[in-house]
């Protein structure tokens, strides 16, 4: 099958785009309100965008809460969710009023960020403390805004549980990260296999 995004005319019940471009690793972004509320929301739309400096991006669908606390304390953090979180990560994504503290509300401690002041998951295996560095909202092939906001973050500090370390990386069967593959599926990074990148060779050299 084929179909023109603009008419979005694909004739099933649910759009495939989001299952097409899985799996997304999901953001579980940590922030505190400038009235000192703690605030968690799992984001879909994330990942990392840059090692040389260390930047990750999260996608929010509106200026909800996790963005306007970035914007306006210009820290967040984001943490690692595992499978063994994964109902309580589900618990977080609560559309709840301003002002609602999900950790309380998903049963999650809250550990304070070393260098920035905001707050990440203290069961969590791994969590990046974040400085933002830009906010932007994409543009369409129209010109117009998207009605999404990006949030870009530097990494200041990175938090690694060593139970997942083994033999000096961080072990993904243990760690088991979560994704999201579009609809209400997900999947965990257990399940892993090793490939090297080959390198390149003339054909005269073989």
């Not at 005319?9 to 400038?34: E, N, Y």
């Not at 977080?92 to 301003?98: F, G, M």
């Not at 905001?118 to 909202?137: D, G």
Request: proline letters at 6%.
């Amino acid at each position: 099958m084929f179909y023109e995004t603009a008419q979005n005319a694909h004739g099933l019940p649910h759009d495939p785009f989001k299952a097409i471009v899985s799996p997304r690793p999901i953001g579980w972004i940590g922030t505190r309100g400038s009235d000192g509320s703690a605030n968690l929301a799992p984001y879909s739309y994330f990942n990392a965008v840059s090692d040389k400096p260390k930047l990750i991006a999260f996608s929010s669908a509106g200026r909800k809460h996790s963005a306007r606390n970035a914007e306006e304390t210009g820290v967040f953090t984001a943490s690692l969710a595992s499978r063994n979180l994964a109902e309580k990560m589900n618990a977080s994504s609560i559309d709840a009023p301003d002002g609602v503290d999900e950790f309380s509300h998903a049963e999650l401690e809250a550990e304070e960020g070393r260098i920035v002041p905001a707050p990440f998951v203290k069961a969590a295996y791994a969590a990046l403390e974040c400085r933002v560095t830009q906010i932007v909202r994409p543009i369409g092939l129209d010109g117009r805004e998207s009605t999404n906001i990006m949030v870009f973050g530097q990494v200041v500090g990175i938090h690694i549980d060593e139970a997942v370390i083994v033999d000096g990386r961080i072990d993904m069967m243990r760690a088991a990260p979560l994704a999201r593959l579009g609809y209400m599926d997900y999947a965990d990074g257990a399940d892993t296999f090793e490939m090297l990148r080959p390198k390149w060779q003339n054909e005269g050299d073989a």
